[in-house]
């Protein structure tokens, strides 16, 4: 059984920052890639960001350059940072990533519950 976790949503100003965490526990082998995505109602679910177990990372074009992404694998952990926030970056973020949990198990994808962040003045 494995959990998945998101944390560090809330209100924040436009032009602020946050850090919103991921956290992964239970059975775990090793996670492999690890993403972000946002939903806002009415709206379809938008990806995020995306970073493989090695670091590779990928953005969606209306998040780079302010936007960035990490993951610690020893705490089965990953972050993003958002800078110069935009009120349209209001929504709640979800974070999922594949999961096996031995060396001969498929991966399977877990999901968090979601973490809402307000960009309002």
């Known amino acids: 059984q494995v959990q998945v976790a998101e944390s560090g949503g809330g209100l924040v100003q436009p032009g602020g920052s946050l850090r919103l965490s991921c956290a992964a526990s239970g059975i775990i082998f090793e996670i492999y890639d690890m993403r972000w995505y946002r939903h806002t109602p009415g709206k379809p679910r938008e990806f995020v960001a995306a970073i493989s177990r090695g670091g590779s990372t990928s953005f969606a074009d209306s998040v780079k350059g302010r936007f960035t992404i990490s993951r610690d694998n020893a705490k089965n952990t990953m972050y993003l940072q958002m800078n110069r926030l935009k009120v349209e970056d209001t929504a709640v973020y979800y974070c999922?990533?594949?999961?096996?949990?031995?060396?001969?198990?498929?991966?399977?994808?877990?999901w968090g519950q979601g973490t809402q962040v307000t960009v309002s003045s």
């Open positions: 999922n990533g594949d999961v096996r949990a031995s060396g001969s198990t498929p991966y399977t994808t877990y």
